[in-house]
């Protein structure tokens, strides 16, 4: 295979591309095959220690650059990006897996993610309130919280990235980003944007390695003062309880276990269409990808067929192969978890309609896998997948489906699927959830908020309220001269 287009990656800290102190690196596995395609540099205490102080000094210049020329270096970092789309797609590919097409439009959403927070960027000002007695008079000035400690999942290497860096740098503060070690390449090409575009030193560091070493090493630093976190749940209650030790703000946007519901009088073969075609995107792994699917009795065989045949439909392959619609697994780990998950759906009286197993004897290939008649006991309905498994489940009546849907201590993503306002109407008010997508799985857009709820996480991601979670309003009260 061609790998021309992958290089190593370094530390970027202060503006300078370096290795880590140790000089050590990791590997970069390459899930189609399995090869190495190429090494990350490992931070060791010392580069934490200088990432920490070059975020400090881009701070207090980064916060004192005016608002409007942020936004300009932030639509400029978004333009190269949108040039540079076919080489760096090419890059998430070759380390993450995806399919081409799929990487292109990565790109693109971050791409808008970008140029969205550096429209808003201009947008930051006081706000004033009525006269008090005495001609007191009261305002909010906003203002960056400081330096923040990002660190991103995997599965989305140009999105993740993007989501915290636009509004943190929009809102005035550095970040110390420490992207996936599965997927460094594709940070560091961002960042290589973010410096053409005009980005000061220091104002984004970028750092990889041991991840509890280098979480517990700048969460123990007073001078971070934001951690923003996409990845699992006992990781991010791992973070937030560090945190707390210098009571650092945090934004953890955390897993899911999105339920489906389709009613008998939904658009069956749509839903079908629609559900099937977001199950299987990136293989599955997406934090809310439709995991549970939950079918109305008279319309639960009608459903299920037509999911089934989609799936035997899809090209499995190379993300490289432009034919190819559902690429590899990340890496051996979720190959393991995929196995464990659906023969303990089998052992537990679950029928295998479709897949059920690996593809090959080189890279990390799963076969699309539809389950039927998954009892909720089984452990694919209470642990996230994060893989190409849909187990399917009749219900009765819309009582008995809402409560298995909030049966779990997750709560990022749900679907509705019905023909009836009514119902739908019922149905939202009544999940607990942090987006409901309703005849549809449009995913949340750079100015709209997600946030989870339960154990999926606090504070929003995108929107203003994305940025606000960077910001501090400092209350100015002043009385007459």
């Known amino acids: 295979m061609n790998n021309t287009s992958y290089s190593d990656t370094r530390l970027l800290i202060g503006g300078q591309w370096r290795d880590g102190a140790g000089r050590r690196s990791g590997q970069v596995i390459n899930p189609a095959d399995g ?13 934490l220690d200088d990432a920490v102080a070059a975020a400090g000094d881009g701070f207090a210049n980064w916060r004192a650059t005016p608002a409007t020329r942020r ?89 993740l990235p993007a989501r915290k860096l636009a509004p943190a740098l929009a809102a005035g503060c550095s970040v110390i980003l420490k992207a996936a070690e599965e997927t460094p ?20 560091n970028l750092v990889y390695g041991d991840p509890a070493m280098i979480s517990e090493g700048l969460l123990a630093r007073p001078a971070v003062r934001k951690l923003s976190f996409t990845g699992s749940i006992p990781v991010g209650m791992l973070l937030a309880r560090q945190a707390a ?93 995929m196995e464990r998950l659906t023969t303990d759906a089998g052992a537990n009286g679950a029928e295998t309609l479709y897949g059920g197993g690996p593809i090959g004897e080189r890279g990390y290939f799963w076969q699309p896998t539809v389950l039927a008649n998954v009892p909720d006991s089984a452990l694919v309905m209470t642990e996230e997948p994060f893989g190409p498994v849909a187990p399917m489940c009749p219900f009765e009546d819309a009582n008995e489906v809402i409560e ?19 119902t739908a109407k019922r149905v939202v008010n009544s999940l607990e959830s942090g987006t409901v997508g309703v005849n549809t799985l449009l995913p949340a857009q750079p100015d709209t908020p997600l946030g989870g709820v339960k154990h999926s996480g606090y504070g929003y991601e995108g929107g203003r309220e994305g940025m606000d979670g960077f910001l501090h309003l400092k209350l100015v009260t002043q009385a007459p001269w």
């Open 245 to 337: 030790a210098n009571l650092t703000r945090c934004t953890l946007e955390l897993g899911g276990h999105a339920p489906v519901i389709v009613f008998a009088d939904a658009d069956v073969a749509s839903a079908a269409r629609d559900t099937a075609a977001f199950k299987f995107r990136n293989a599955g792994q997406v934090c809310v990808a439709p995991s549970r699917f939950f079918i109305e009795r008279p319309v639960y065989d009608e459903f299920v067929e037509a999911f089934v045949e989609i799936a035997c439909g899809l090209k499995v392959g190379d993300g490289l192969d432009e034919a190819t619609q559902m690429g590899p697994m990340a890496n051996a780990r979720r190959m393991e978890a």
């Open 35 to 47: 090869e190495v395609i190429g090494h990350f540099a490992c931070a060791e205490q010392r580069d």
């Open 404 to 422: 298995r849907a909030n049966s779990l201590p997750y709560g990022l993503a749900s679907y509705l699927f019905t023909g009836s306002e009514d």
């Open 71 to 159: 936004g300009e270096v932030l639509a400029a970092a978004a333009g190269l990006l949108e040039e540079r789309t076919e080489d760096i797609a090419r890059v998430i590919t070759l380390e993450q897996g995806k399919p081409l097409n799929e990487a292109r439009l990565e790109l693109a959403r971050a791409v808008d993610t970008l140029r969205w927070y550096g429209e808003q960027a201009g947008e930051l000002g006081r706000r004033d309130y009525p006269e008090r007695p005495g001609r007191v008079r009261q305002h909010t000035a906003p203002e960056p919280v400081g330096v923040v400690a990002a660190f991103t999942a995997w599965n989305f290497p140009a999105i």
């Open 185 to 204: 390449a594709t940070a560091a090409r961002m960042a290589e944007a973010f410096a053409d575009a005009g980005l000061p030193d220091g104002v984004l």
